[in-house]
């Protein structure tokens, strides 16, 4: 059984301690943001549903690499899911752009797909910023497997990038106060030292004493 088919294969379904069975997206929520990327309307909704049965919730979809592009300037997916053939803007297309933007985004995983096994094409994506490769049909369950691998993989690296970024910000903040400060700490040194001529301390008396 393949994603391609609309049931989801048995594997996505466990016993409850009832009997009853129930969904891993019953047990497992997972809270990663995947958008799905295939000029296929019933591809992206088996594969959205396959996801969804998998546990994954926050699931978006493109029906090309144009609408992708346009999705991705307000909504930064953990992992992007995305066919390789597809018109106008295909899959390598998408992941070239991707890596000409200048703006800081948070890091997305990059799962390809491809009807296509050719080693040529496997190694293009993964040479484009793929980080994964998968050839269709694919079974449902290695397709949730993977996606969950790589969210965790993207996620992990954006909290470690975020834990960076407020150390960075607390040492910043320190140094830009200092920075703000020195010119009066200079000040107060040169007219402690007698080097500023100062009616107050350390400096030239003016008038004479009486």
């Known amino acids: 059984m393949t994603y391609a088919e609309q049931s989801v294969a048995p594997e996505l379904l466990e ?3 009832d009997g009853s069975t129930r969904s891993l997206a019953e047990s ?3 809270d990663a943001r995947v958008l799905i990327v295939d000029d296929d309307p019933d591809a992206l909704r088996i594969m959205g549903r ?3 049965r998998g546990g994954f919730w926050r699931v978006e979809s493109a029906t090309g690499g144009r609408q992708a592009l346009a999705t991705m300037r307000t909504y930064e997916p953990d992992v992007l899911v995305v066919d390789v053939n597809m018109p106008e803007v295909d899959g390598l297309s998408m992941l070239r752009a991707l890596a000409a933007e200048t703006r800081p ?3 997305t995983s990059v799962l390809a797909i491809s009807g ?3 080693p040529e094409v496997r190694r293009s994506m993964l ?3 793929a980080d994964d490769f998968i050839v269709r049909p694919c079974s449902n369950e290695c397709l949730v497997a993977r996606v969950r691998e790589l969210a965790l993989h993207a996620q992990s690296l954006n909290r470690a990038l975020s834990r960076l970024s407020l150390l ?3 040492v910043r903040v320190p140094l830009d106060r200092r ?3 020195e010119p009066a700490r200079m000040r107060a040194h040169q007219i402690a030292t007698g080097s500023l001529d100062s009616p107050f301390v350390g400096g030239p008396r003016r008038g004479r004493v009486r």
């Open 15 to 17: 016993r409850d301690y």
């Open 105 to 107: 985004r948070n890091v």
């Open 168 to 170: 960075d910000g607390l």
């Open 28 to 30: 497992a929520r997972e």
């Open 179 to 181: 920075r703000d400060c």
């Open 116 to 118: 296509d096994a050719t």
């Open 127 to 129: 040479l484009h910023g």
């Open 50 to 52: 396959v996801l969804e």
